[in-house]
């Protein structure tokens, strides 16, 4: 029986969204700003990386041709040695949210048919009673931030602050989300944790998609960094998505990263977790050394988004694609007959582009594994197509709107 392998890399969208205009991203492009920025050698950083953006990898299963079915503009990055090897296209996201649980609802068959409640872009953002609650019932002094913010730039601005005076830094985005900063020694981690519970219950009326712990140490003098200790407190997803299905069929399922907090840990299986896309890799191998037949893991790099899409990072983010990359071998190495490999994105996140939020963009899907024909699987009217295909590939129920690319003749 087929296992899958399900990936998602975290905001690497491929541009050319449709209805990017509602979200004020007309012409935002993650992976082909990136590629383009290094073709013009503004992707050269001293000690980490230079030249245009070299993913062999990832360009012989189709990147670049994924990339361009979706933008209608050449990938301005080398193209791939030799012939392609993968299945490879692209998918038009139909939940209105830009955002991680939107993303991958979607992927795994359930797209968001309701809409996320967002806190405006005023100060104070969140609503009077809202506070005065967290307040009362964390037992606090107050709050300080009560804003739109990039929360590396929050901390830098508030840290001390915040420090001194014991109100946590609770700050806001595009996204359907209520973030909590607080320093891990000072205010104290399980603290935070706690605070967040009350938090995820006050703000469940609100239908706001998560509350996030955002620990973080340092002082004054050394500066303030976030720790790998975030933790979202997210409402769970719409029943049957693909994870439902196959815990249902008693399958294995492993989750990797932060896929059990995206899915409020229903259905998610074995969680692995560790900080950075390169340890999280070399916890996933593995894992996929290990994965029963008919299973599947379910994994997210979120580093690209966190430490490159958000920070507006353009060298960072193509050189964590380029080590994302390189290690595919690795995990090529270790697959079976019969197994598929899906990577795709859950929303952009340019790093070229205005801000430090999402970007509204159409999102690259590649498949790949031993006895997998290369095709092109073109246009995904949704993400929830990857969702169909992994119910196919593991001979689970349909469910959604999803429609499989895969047929049996395709596999052999
Ligand atoms: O700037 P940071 O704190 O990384 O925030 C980002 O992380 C949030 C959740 O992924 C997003 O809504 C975005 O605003
Ligand atoms: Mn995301
Ligand atoms: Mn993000």
């Given at each position: 029986m087929a296992r899958v392998f399900l990936i998602v890399l975290d905001s690497v969208g491929c541009g050319g969204a449709e209805d990017a205009e509602a979200y004020g991203d007309v012409g935002a492009d993650t992976l082909g700003h990136i590629?383009?920025?290094?073709?013009?050698?503004?992707?050269?950083?001293?000690?980490?990386?230079?030249?245009?953006?070299?993913?062999?990898?990832?360009?012989?299963?189709?990147?670049?041709?994924?990339?361009?079915?979706s933008t209608g503009r050449a990938w301005p990055a080398p193209a791939a040695e030799g012939a392609i090897r993968g299945q490879w296209g692209y998918g038009v996201e139909t939940s209105r949210g830009k955002d991680t649980p939107s993303g991958h609802w979607e992927i795994v068959g359930?797209?968001?048919?309701?809409d996320w409640g967002y806190f405006p872009d005023t100060q104070p953002s969140f609503p009077a009673d809202l506070t005065a609650a967290l307040v009362r019932e964390g037992g606090l002094p107050g709050i300080l931030g009560d804003k739109?913010?990039?929360?590396?730039?929050?901390?830098?601005?508030?840290?001390?602050?915040?420090?001194?005076?014991?109100?946590?830094?609770?700050?806001?985005?595009?996204?359907s989300v209520l973030q909590i900063a607080a320093h891990e020694e000072t205010f104290g981690l399980e603290r935070l944790y706690a605070l967040c519970r009350i938090g995820r219950r006050l703000c469940d009326p609100l239908r706001i998609g998560r509350v996030i712990a955002r620990p973080f140490l340092g002082g004054p003098e050394t500066g303030f960094t976030r720790t790998a200790n975030r933790k979202d407190f997210a409402i769970p997803p719409p029943d049957g998505t693909i994870l439902d299905r196959a815990v249902a069929a008693g399958r294995e399922v492993v989750s990797v990263g932060k896929i059990g907090?995206?899915?409020?840990?229903?259905?998610?299986?074995?969680?692995?977790?560790?900080?950075?896309?390169?340890?999280?890799?070399?916890?996933?191998?593995?894992?996929?050394e290990r994965l029963a037949h008919g299973g599947l893991l379910f994994a997210n790099f979120v580093d690209f988004d966190t430490e490159f899409g958000h920070r507006r990072d353009v060298p960072?983010?193509?050189?964590a694609l380029e080590a994302f990359d390189a290690r595919l071998?690795?995990?090529?190495?270790?697959?079976?007959?019969?197994?598929?490999?899906?990577?795709?994105?859950?929303?952009?996140?340019?790093?070229?582009?205005?801000?430090?939020?999402?970007?509204?963009?159409?999102?690259?899907?590649?498949?790949?594994g031993p006895g997998l024909q290369p095709c092109p699987i073109g246009r995904r009217e949704t993400l929830a197509d990857v969702g169909a295909t992994v119910a196919t590939a593991l001979g689970l129920p349909a469910h959604g709107p999803g429609r499989s690319w895969i047929h049996q003749e395709m596999k052999r």
């Open positions: 590629a383009a920025a290094c073709a013009r050698g503004d992707g050269d950083r001293a000690g980490l990386r230079s030249g245009p953006l070299r993913l062999p990898f990832m360009t012989r299963l189709g990147l670049g041709l994924a990339a361009e079915a359930t797209p968001v048919d309701f739109h913010a990039s929360g590396t730039a929050i901390i830098d601005e508030l840290g001390a602050e915040h420090m001194r005076t014991g109100k946590p830094i609770c700050y806001t985005s595009v996204d907090d995206i899915f409020a840990h229903r259905a998610t299986g074995r969680e692995v977790k560790a900080g950075g896309n390169m340890k999280l890799f070399d916890a996933m191998l593995p894992e996929v960072g983010y193509a050189a071998p690795e995990l090529e190495q270790r697959l079976r007959p019969g197994d598929v490999v899906i990577l795709t994105a859950d929303h952009g996140n340019d790093p070229t582009w205005r801000g430090s939020d999402h970007t509204r963009e159409h999102t690259p899907i590649l498949a790949f």
